[in-house]
């Protein structure tokens, strides 16, 4: 059996190496500015196209190009080209999220989805329908550790994710893009659309606290009989604690209640000061 998988990977990746498909690259950049859990959330999927460069695109898991690992390819693995993935974006985002204007730069194209938060709750009720939205899983397939937390104490607030739910709430589009307008072509049979994406890059931001996993190459990294390989995201679970001062509507509350009890101080001590003349 062993044999027979081990068999079936060294096909996979022969297959791989040959048409050079390569991921799309997924970026979730998280920014919270508020102690109530508000702020936004920027997701970028960053894709390589062949047709804008004019020589091969060297393979990101062999930069050097000594192990004779394909050059990238993909644009003819979308139909109607990589651009047909900003169209589809745009018709099926949900309405609270804002799909930007596609962006290149050299050969990347970029693809950017974000969306804002008042509080904690808002974010979590938007990351529920994300989930769900999904054809596959939803919300209530998962455990309680592996759903976003809030918690704040004074100052320092901790906001915490696993890595297998930022990617469940992706999947509504990754599992529309695939199902929709990938093209398998000289892929068929080999692709899931486990295969189309990776989540390659995170930061979280809370005050002037952030936490980040970046994409790198790690040139000891094993990757099939040679050494060599992209390195993404890998961390199970996404924590970040961070200061954060009180909101201004708060701190205009204090500073009302402060001028309310002085006043009372004062309307006190003239009260007594005119009783103690009048005795």
């Known amino acids: 059996m062993r ?16 048409t050079g498909c390569w991921y799309g690259e997924i970026g979730v950049d998280t ?12 997701i970028v999927l960053d894709v390589m196209d062949d ?7 060297p393979n990101p898991d062999d930069p050097e190009g000594v192990e004779s690992k394909g050059a990238v390819i993909n644009n003819k693995h979308i139909t109607g080209g990589l651009p047909a993935i900003q169209t589809w974006l745009e018709e099926n985002a949900p309405d609270f999220i804002t799909v930007e204007a596609m962006t290149t730069d050299g050969y990347h194209r970029y693809f950017t989805m974000t969306y804002t938060f008042d509080d904690f709750d808002d974010f ?12 596959t899983m939803d919300w209530d397939d998962f ?7 809030w918690t704040c104490s004074g100052s320092t607030c901790t906001f ?3 890595k297998d739910i930022v990617n469940a709430t992706m999947d509504w589009a990754v599992d529309g893009i695939y199902n929709d307008i990938y093209n ?43 050494t060599g390989k992209m390195i993404y995201v890998t961390s199970p679970t996404l924590e970040l604690s961070g200061e954060l001062p009180m909101s201004t509507g708060i701190i205009v509350l204090i500073v009302a209640g402060v001028v309310v009890v002085a006043g009372g101080v004062v309307v006190l001590v003239l009260f007594l000061g005119k009783k103690k003349v009048a005795a």
Do not use: C
């Open 3 to 18: 044999k027979k998988l081990a068999m079936i990977f060294a096909l996979l990746l022969a297959v791989f190496t040959l």
């Open 124 to 135: 979590l009720d938007k990351y529920e329908l994300l989930v769900d939205l999904s054809p």
């Open 51 to 57: 047709t804008l460069s004019t020589t091969p695109i």
């Open 160 to 162: 915490s994710e696993s």
């Open 143 to 149: 455990d309680a550790e592996d759903k976003p937390t």
């Open 31 to 42: 920014v919270f500015d508020t102690k109530a859990g508000g702020g936004t959330r920027t």
């Open 184 to 226: 398998a072509d000289d892929l068929t049979g080999y692709v899931t659309k486990n295969d189309i994406s990776v989540l390659a890059n995170y930061t979280l931001t809370i005050g002037e606290e952030e936490y980040e996993e970046l994409q790198h190459f790690d040139p000891a990294a094993v990757d099939g009989d040679g």
